[in-house]
């Protein structure tokens, strides 16, 4: 079975401008989570979906981020514009309906400058 | 806010001695998981402990669960190089089992 799916792996961008991120869960999984882990500390939720609706985005930084997940599988999240603090890893996870277990892809390094 | 406290921060071990990480929290939970992440990869789930278990073993994983000092242990036996890592601890809670991740303990082990 394929796991999470993110890609880029790794981003390097200046400040102010545009990114995105996509990720893929793993097949059936209606759960969707997007993380950021800044270094040395764990992960931090910014927005679950359930199918296609965001049912938990208190996280998000709402002025710069936005997020979507059309047809309720693959996922987007976007930074813009991005700022120095936005460096961090970004990580997607899913997790099926009938488990607590969320399972997670290898994460996006963005770097800005 | 991260409510997952771990302790040790960093643990370093001979390798096929034992690690014990620990966890704090101050919620009441419905689950506590522990995840291992290595370098610059994504997380790994390892084990998973509901708030009405006592002690739960997978492999050379043990994880206990003390509702009442609301503290959770990992135990690692016989350690191996490749178990070097950092180990979370997340608290589900809630309706609907949001996680909650501590910092994180750094595991490493000497061959």
């Known amino acids: 079975e394929a796991g999470v799916v993110q890609s880029p792996r790794y981003k390097i961008i200046e400040k102010k401008q545009p990114v995105a991120f996509w990720c893929n869960p793993i097949?059936?999984?209606?759960?969707l989570y997007w993380y950021r882990q800044n270094l040395g500390q764990g992960p931090e939720l910014l927005i679950r979906?359930?199918?296609?609706?965001?049912?938990?985005d208190s996280q998000l930084p709402k002025d710069r981020f936005s997020a979507e997940r059309l047809k309720g599988v693959d996922s987007t999240l976007k930074i813009q514009p991005a700022e120095l603090g936005d460096s961090a890893v970004y990580l997607c996870?899913?997790?099926?309906?009938?488990?607590?277990?969320?399972?997670f892809g290898p994460g996006t390094r963005l770097t800005v400058l | 806010s991260q409510q997952g406290e771990e302790d040790p921060q960093a643990l370093s071990i001979q390798e096929g001695e034992n690690a014990t990480m620990n966890c704090s929290y101050k919620t009441s939970i419905n689950n506590l998981q522990w995840y291992r992440q290595n370098s610059g990869r994504g997380l790994v789930h390892l084990i998973l402990i509901r708030s009405n278990e006592r002690e739960k073993h997978s492999g050379r994983l043990r994880v206990t669960l003390d509702t009442s000092k609301k503290s959770s242990s990992l135990l690692i036996t016989a350690s191996r190089a490749a178990d070097t890592a950092s180990y979370f601890c997340a608290k589900a809670e809630g309706a609907n089992s949001k996680l909650t991740f501590g910092k994180g303990i750094t595991l490493s082990v000497r061959p």
């Open positions: 979906y359930e199918n296609e609706e965001a049912v938990d």
């Open positions: 996870a899913s997790r099926h309906r009938d488990t607590d277990t969320q399972y």
């Open positions: 097949s059936g999984h209606n759960t």
